[in-house]
């Protein structure tokens, strides 16, 4: 059971990256889904969650509100983060969990790898 996180990369200041969230070894449709990152050195910061809710909840960190966009398409077992208006302080590694529960809620069960997000021109 695994989430594996992909998209990361290089982009300059003002650009976009979309982050994906695959679940590997198990069905997405009961699992909410949180987002976190994690600059080296630094506490992980929790930036997004959606639910597995019919009204698919999404909440975020007022860090990334507005410009960071969560979805999910149970039918591709994917999770997205659709990322906006990126900073250099955007800059991190960036995870994906799940928990065992419609709505977000805390532990989560299983995290991803990580991947990398580098905002610099």
């Known amino acids: 059971v695994q989430p594996v996180e992909s998209g990361g990369g290089l982009v300059q200041p003002g650009g976009s990256l979309r982050l994906s969230c695959v679940a590997l070894?198990?069905?997405?449709?009961?699992?909410?889904i949180g987002w976190f990152r994690q600059v080296p050195g630094e506490e992980r910061e929790g930036i997004s969650c959606?639910?597995?809710?019919?009204?698919?909840?999404?909440y975020y960190a007022d860090s990334v509100k507005g410009r960071f966009t969560a979805t999910r398409d149970n039918a591709e077992n994917t999770v997205y983060l659709q990322m906006n208006s990126l900073k250099p302080e955007d800059t991190a590694v960036y995870y994906c969990?799940?928990?065992?529960?419609?709505?977000?809620?805390?532990?989560?069960?299983?995290w991803g790898q990580g991947t990398q997000v580098t905002v610099s021109s």
């Open positions: 070894g198990f069905t997405l449709d009961y699992y909410a």
């Open positions: 959606i639910s597995s809710s019919s009204e698919r909840s999404t």
């Open positions: 969990a799940a928990v065992s529960n419609f709505y977000c809620s805390i532990p989560y069960d299983y």
